[in-house]
Each structure stands twice: as C-alpha cells, then as structure tokens.
C-alpha cells in the first residue's frame, strides 16, 4: 500500500484514471464533474444528504478529482483554466493523448491537439459540446454499484436507468474534426469546415452523424456559410485503397450504401445553447431559407420525397436534448412542419412505409400469381388424371376397371420380359381363370400340345389354343387335332378342318345319301396312293398339272 500511495499520492484507482483518459481524449477539455458524469453516472446520486449542491457535488467527484492530480503528477494531464462559473478545466498533455488512444483504441493521429489554452477565456463553446455529448448519451448507472446505498438512492438511480437511453458510448464520438475541402485530412486547406462533434454508433441505427453546437451567437447567414463548407466537403471525392473514386468521407467513415436514386449525404445536427443574443427560434426558419438548395427533396407520387445528395439538415434546442434525449420527439428537420425523434429526423420515415406498401402489393401480386398457378396445375392434373381414367381399361370377364398396379402389370414390358397371361382380365378374374385351368374338373389336355413324337418331320403347328368344333361347338379330340393341323409339304390338308371327327363323319354320310353314286372331287385328292403306281412317284408338281 505504501508503495502505491508514493505512486498516486491521492489515492487514485486504475478505474478512475481510465476514466478520465477516456473522456478527456474524447473531449479535450472538460471539468471534473463532467469527467464524473459520464465515466461513473452511478456516483451523480451518491451524497445526496449534504447540505448544499456545492459540497454534493465536491463529494461525487472527489475520487476523478484525485485522478486528475496523480495523472498530473505522471504527466499526463494538467489544468487548462477555469468556466465562467469557476470550475476548474482539465486537459491532457501529448503524453495524455498517447495513453487515451490505448484506452479509446484509436491511432495517437486521430487523438487531435490538447486543447491547451481552450479555458482562458472560459471555454464556454467547449462546455456546450461537452454538455451536448453528455446529452446524446444519457450515461446509465451502474445498479450493482450501488446495491449498499439507501433505497432513495437506489430508487433515483433506477429511474434514471428506466428512462429512454442515448446513443453510442464516449468511444462513439470524436470532437474537433477537420472536414478538409481542399488539402488532407492531416493538413486540411482553406475553405473547409470543423465538426464540432462526430458521431458513430452503428448499434444504436446512427451509422455516421455531424453536430454542431452553437452559442446563439452567430447569424443565420454565419451558420449557411459553415453548412456550405459542409456541402463542398461531402461533394469531394477522392481514390479509395482500391484506386475507386470515392466521396471523401466514404474513405474515412463506413455507412451502408444509399438505394438507387436516393443516396443522401451524411445528416448534420445543429444544436442551440440559448445563452447568446440570438433567438434560434427566429435564426432557424431564416436558415431554412438560405440553405434550402442544401435539403430539399424531390417529391414522390408516393407522398414521400428523395433526397439524393442532399444534406439532412436538423435542430433542436439543447435544454430539449437535456430533458427528452435522442428519443424524444424534439427534433425539427428542416422541410418537415412537426417534431420527430432523431432516428425518425435522419431517416425517411415516409419512403420506408412507402416501401413497406409497395413490398405488401408486390407479396400480395405474388401471392395471387402463385394461386393462379396451383390452381392452373390442379386443374391440368385433373383433366390429364380424367383422361387417365378414361383410358382405363375394363375387364372383359366382370366389367369393372382395373387397378393402377393392374393396369401397369399388363402394360408392354422390356424384350425378354414375362407377359402378362391375361391382359384383359381384372385380378380377380385372372386369379379364377388360372384356378379353373389347374382344376381336376377341367381337361389338362385343353392347353397341351400335340405330341411331338406323333407329328411328321414336315409338320408344323399354326394353333397352340385347343380348336372348338364350329357346328356342335365340342372341342377337338387329339387326333383330329393333329389332322386339321398337317399342313406340311407332302401332307394334304382336311377339306373341313373347322368340324369336329363326328361333325365330318356326319357330314360324310349326309352327302352320300343326298347324292347317291355321286364321286365327289376332294375325296380323289384326300386318296392319292389309292390310284396306281403311275402316280406314286409324282409329288407336288405332279398335283399342279392336274
């Protein structure tokens, strides 16, 4: 402990001059109490029981205060004056700004100068950025701090806590930022502006936004003129690390791109401390005025306008900003007749509904375009599935229709593939005619052939299917089927191959008594060997001649 209260005699914690690298590299100068407010919120409702607001605020920022001191011991900062109402000014030295951009993470090049000399004459234009950043963040307390304060500390706390929040972090803004028209960014020319503050916190929907912040002091023409400076700045371009030409802000600060026709420039926030002689409610519609080419949009058939290149352009007062925060409805963007929250006063509310409809009509269009089409589909599928149904086949045996898993089994098959055995029949059908074929009851010989050693070597079979007598419809006996199928050479074929053997015999005898002693020609032809030898030698050739 001894050796630590040698190296900061005032007893300082890490935590506390973290604190102050922080805020004073963001800010350049501030006082002790502005160091407290935004690196430890939680200590504003602490000593709430001393007797006077001066003693109170001596006690919450005692511990920033010895900070400071053993920071000014090391070298890192020093006293820079004092504000009109006494405060003591705190700024830090090159060494301090090293030591910040370790804490900020940003290179010791964008660190900026250290403001010495701001509070000679009161730093009253610094005191109000400090007080506009202190503003757009609304610090939160931390609870867990102060979980052994008395409830009204706790209560006060937690309503703060409860309130709507700022924007961004104290590592979200930078102050003091050349906006070189003409030179670079390190040695930036004449005819460009001074950001007062910059403003970066994507997380919170406010990718990149300049404030400005005015005493009242200056005129309406004085602040055109610093927000045509702004205008030349924007419309600079320069080469990218790609070797594209770029807008030169682009090459520094990162925002989603514009959509096609409405890429406006970066908005500017003017904020107005009412302690010179200037009425801003009088100075801003006269600016509204004067820098009208800077803003104004193109309307839309839609309702909404386009602002491509152009600047958004918002005030508002800074006790407002005080008292309602980013969140609250305080913000007057110029061309627009009402109040809006700051998300609300650096967009376009109205194109983003004018979006949102045109996205709902061109869903609902999809959507009925896609109803068109099932529809159109279900009824191709159901005229393609009648006509399906139409082309069924029917059972020849019971009249019903077949199955699908029928109708594909009788389908053609691939070469060498089993046919079907009864294409015309349902299942049930086939299933009967097959268990009436193996039946006992059934003659087996109905689907035989004729014995192979009973046909002559130039026999050949036209029928496999067992013939039915035409005149007595009997079917065929064995031999008279094998008669009626001797068409080879040399053979000679029946003269009525379509009568069964007693339908011939009978057919036989009926002429013989109808035709007494009648020879009838075919039975000269049914008897060639019966006639001499002259002709047994005569083959086919010699029956043509006859």
């Given at each position: 402990m001894a050796g630590k209260r040698k190296t900061n005699p005032a007893g300082s914690t890490n935590s506390f001059r973290g604190d102050v690298l922080r805020v004073l590299g963001v800010l350049k100068v501030a006082t002790a109490d502005q160091i407290q407010r935004i690196g430890a919120p939680h200590l504003t409702f602490r000593h709430a029981d001393k007797p006077t607001p001066s003693e109170q605020k001596q006690a919450r920022t005692a511990a920033h205060t010895g900070a400071l001191s053993d920071m000014r011991k090391h070298g890192l900062s020093e006293n820079g004056g004092s504000t009109e109402t006494g405060d003591k000014l705190r700024n830090l030295t090159l060494k301090g700004l090293q030591a910040a951009s370790y804490e900020l993470g940003r290179p010791v090049t964008e660190m900026g100068s250290t403001a010495r000399g701001a509070g000679s004459s009161g730093a009253s234009h610094p005191m109000t950025v400090n007080e506009t950043v202190i503003a757009m963040l609304r610090p939160k307390p931390n609870m867990a701090k102060l979980a052994d304060d008395p409830a009204e500390v706790r209560a006060a706390a937690q309503a703060a806590v409860d309130a709507p929040a700022g924007i961004g972090t104290i590592a979200s803004y930078w102050t003091e930022v050349p906006l070189p028209a003409t030179g670079t960014w390190n040695a930036p020319g004449k005819g460009g502006a001074q950001a007062d503050i910059v403003l970066t916190a994507p997380q919170d929907h406010v990718p990149l936004l300049f404030i400005e912040a005015d005493n009242c002091h200056e005129t309406a023409e004085e602040l055109a003129d610093?927000?045509?400076?702004?205008?030349?700045?924007?419309?600079?371009?320069?080469?990218?690390?790609?070797?594209?030409?770029?807008?030169?802000?682009?090459?520094?600060?990162?925002?989603?791109?514009?959509?096609?026709?409405?890429?406006?420039?970066?908005?500017?926030?003017?904020?107005?401390?009412?302690?010179?002689?200037?009425?801003?409610?009088?100075?801003?519609?006269?600016?509204?005025?004067?820098?009208?080419?800077?803003?104004?949009?193109?309307?839309?058939?839609?309702?909404?306008?386009?602002?491509?290149?152009?600047?958004?352009?918002?005030?508002?007062?800074?006790?407002?900003?005080?008292?309602?925060?980013?969140?609250?409805?305080?913000?007057?963007?110029?061309?627009?007749?009402?109040?809006?929250?700051?998300?609300?006063?650096?967009?376009?509310?109205?194109?983003?509904?004018?979006?949102?409809?045109?996205?709902?009509?061109?869903?609902?269009?999809?959507?009925?375009?896609?109803?068109?089409?099932?529809?159109?589909?279900?009824?191709?599928?159901?005229?393609?599935?009648?006509?399906?149904?139409?082309?069924?086949?029917?059972?020849?045996?019971?009249?019903?229709?077949?199955?699908?898993?029928?109708?594909?089994?009788?389908?053609?098959?691939?070469?060498?593939?089993?046919?079907?055995?009864?294409?015309?029949?349902?299942?049930?059908c086939k299933q009967t005619a097959t268990a009436a074929a193996a039946s006992p009851a059934v003659s087996t010989r109905e689907h035989q052939e004729p014995d192979c050693a009973e046909v002559g070597p130039h026999d050949f079979r036209r029928n496999t299917r067992r013939p039915v007598c035409t005149e007595c419809g009997a079917d065929f006996t064995d031999e008279r089927w094998r008669a009626t199928e001797r068409v080879g050479w040399g053979t000679t074929q029946e003269p009525r191959p379509t009568l069964c053997g007693d339908c011939d015999q009978r057919y036989e005898t009926d002429w013989e008594q109808a035709w007494p002693g009648v020879k009838r020609q075919d039975q000269d032809r049914a008897v060639p060997e019966q006639k001499g030898n002259e002709q047994k030698g005569t083959g086919w050739l010699s029956r043509l001649r006859r």
């Amino acid at each position: 402990m001894a050796g630590k209260r040698k190296t900061n005699p005032a007893g300082s914690t890490n935590s506390f001059r973290g604190d102050v690298l922080r805020v004073l590299g963001v800010l350049k100068v501030a006082t002790a109490d502005q160091i407290q407010r935004i690196g430890a919120p939680h200590l504003t409702f602490r000593h709430a029981d001393k007797p006077t607001p001066s003693e109170q605020k001596q006690a919450r920022t005692a511990a920033h205060t010895g900070a400071l001191s053993d920071m000014r011991k090391h070298g890192l900062s020093e006293n820079g004056g004092s504000t009109e109402t006494g405060d003591k000014l705190r700024n830090l030295t090159l060494k301090g700004l090293q030591a910040a951009s370790y804490e900020l993470g940003r290179p010791v090049t964008e660190m900026g100068s250290t403001a010495r000399g701001a509070g000679s004459s009161g730093a009253s234009h610094p005191m109000t950025v400090n007080e506009t950043v202190i503003a757009m963040l609304r610090p939160k307390p931390n609870m867990a701090k102060l979980a052994d304060d008395p409830a009204e500390v706790r209560a006060a706390a937690q309503a703060a806590v409860d309130a709507p929040a700022g924007i961004g972090t104290i590592a979200s803004y930078w102050t003091e930022v050349p906006l070189p028209a003409t030179g670079t960014w390190n040695a930036p020319g004449k005819g460009g502006a001074q950001a007062d503050i910059v403003l970066t916190a994507p997380q919170d929907h406010v990718p990149l936004l300049f404030i400005e912040a005015d005493n009242c002091h200056e005129t309406a023409e004085e602040l055109a003129d610093k927000l045509e400076k702004y205008a030349r700045f924007f419309r600079r371009k320069a080469k990218d690390t790609d070797g594209r030409e770029r807008p030169m802000w682009r090459t520094c600060w990162t925002i989603p791109d514009g959509r096609y026709g409405d890429a406006p420039h970066p908005p500017v926030l003017l904020v107005f401390n009412r302690i010179g002689e200037r009425n801003p409610n009088r100075t801003v519609p006269r600016l509204q005025e004067l820098t009208r080419h800077l803003w104004q949009g193109e309307r839309q058939r839609g309702g909404h306008h386009l602002y491509d290149r152009k600047i958004p352009i918002i005030a508002v007062g800074l006790n407002n900003l005080r008292e309602h925060g980013p969140a609250g409805a305080v913000f007057l963007r110029f061309g627009r007749d009402h109040k809006q929250p700051l998300l609300e006063a650096i967009g376009n509310p109205r194109r983003e509904a004018a979006d949102a409809r045109e996205q709902e009509e061109s869903k609902a269009l999809q959507a009925e375009y896609q109803a068109q089409v099932r529809r159109a589909a279900q009824e191709r599928a159901a005229k393609q599935a009648a006509e399906r149904e139409a082309r069924r086949p029917v059972c020849t045996g019971c009249g019903t229709k077949f199955t699908d898993a029928r109708w594909e089994a009788t389908q053609p098959k691939d070469w060498g593939a089993p046919k079907d055995s009864h294409p015309h029949l349902c299942d049930g059908c086939k299933q009967t005619a097959t268990a009436a074929a193996a039946s006992p009851a059934v003659s087996t010989r109905e689907h035989q052939e004729p014995d192979c050693a009973e046909v002559g070597p130039h026999d050949f079979r036209r029928n496999t299917r067992r013939p039915v007598c035409t005149e007595c419809g009997a079917d065929f006996t064995d031999e008279r089927w094998r008669a009626t199928e001797r068409v080879g050479w040399g053979t000679t074929q029946e003269p009525r191959p379509t009568l069964c053997g007693d339908c011939d015999q009978r057919y036989e005898t009926d002429w013989e008594q109808a035709w007494p002693g009648v020879k009838r020609q075919d039975q000269d032809r049914a008897v060639p060997e019966q006639k001499g030898n002259e002709q047994k030698g005569t083959g086919w050739l010699s029956r043509l001649r006859r």
